[in-house]
T-cell receptor, first 112, second 114 residues
Framework: EDKVVQSPLSLVVHEGDTVTLNCSYE??????LLWYKQEKKAPTFLFML????IEKKSGRLSSILDKKELFSILNITATQTGDSAVYLC????????????FGQGTTLQVKP | DSGVTQTPKHLITATGQRVTLRCSPR?????VYWYQQSLDQGLQFLIQ???????AKGNILERFSAQQFPDLHSELNLSSLELGDSALYFC?????????????FGPGTRLTVL
């Protein structure tokens, strides 16, 4: 059975801390791994990773994929209260479909 | 704002009833996806349409059906509703519907079944 597992499930840090969120997967026909941030409502897209070892970066957020060990990490440096959200990892399958399988999410709370 | 619109924002109904959720994709996007998010199941893929045709199916119940119209908007029909159908229903859209194609999510419809 295809599955995506995120850890930790929840995390509380203080502003300025650096956090690492983990996502491991066991799927057939892997194409890409995506990270989304979900605050109040809709998930918003952060990164798509397709190749192993190539870091994607956007401001204080960065992510990397390891296709050999089947995992990805999302790093957030110098956290701010606005980073408080649920971070979702999802796997996109190869083939003629855009089906995404999501992990259960990591709830991050950043305290002032 | 992702450009994906969903109506209604909230829906409260009774068990056994039928409801229709509507989604308009971003301009230029040909593919539409429906997801269900509940507290115990997380975000679950239901179904995908591409340019009016069904492209992929997930764990969608037989009581649920969807379609994509020629103007590319989509509707998700939920019938014989049960308490367990209460959830947040998201629509997402993308350009191609396959490959490294980013999905953009709408604001969701919160369905409450009483």
């Amino acid at each position: 059975e295809d599955k995506v597992v995120q850890s930790p499930l929840s995390l509380v840090v203080h502003e300025g801390d650096t956090v690492t969120l983990n996502c491991s997967y066991e799927v057939t026909n892997f194409r890409s791994l995506l990270w989304y941030k979900q605050e109040k409502k809709a998930p918003t897209f952060l990164f798509m990773l397709t190749s192993s070892g190539i870091e994607k970066k956007s401001g204080r957020l960065s992510s990397i994929l390891d296709k050999k060990e089947l995992f990805s990490i999302l790093n957030i440096t110098a956290t701010q209260t606005g980073d408080s959200a649920v971070y979702l990892c999802a796997v996109l399958f190869s083939g003629n479909t855009g089906k995404l399988i999501f992990g259960q999410g990591t709830t991050l709370q950043v305290k002032p | 704002d992702s450009g994906v619109t969903q109506t209604p924002k909230h829906l409260i109904t009774a068990t056994g009833q039928r409801v229709t959720l509507r989604c308009s994709p971003r301009s230029g996007d040909l593919s539409v996806y429906w997801y269900q998010q509940s507290l115990d199941q997380g975000l679950q893929f239901l179904i995908q349409y591409y340019n009016g045709e069904e492209r992929a199916k997930g764990n969608i119940l037989e009581r649920f059906s969807a379609q994509q119209f020629p103007d590319l908007h989509s509707e998700l029909n939920l019938s014989s509703l049960e308490l367990g159908d209460s959830a947040l229903y998201f629509c997402a859209s993308s350009v191609r519907g396959t490959g490294p194609d980013t999905q953009y999510f709408g604001p969701g419809t919160r369905l409450t079944v009483l």
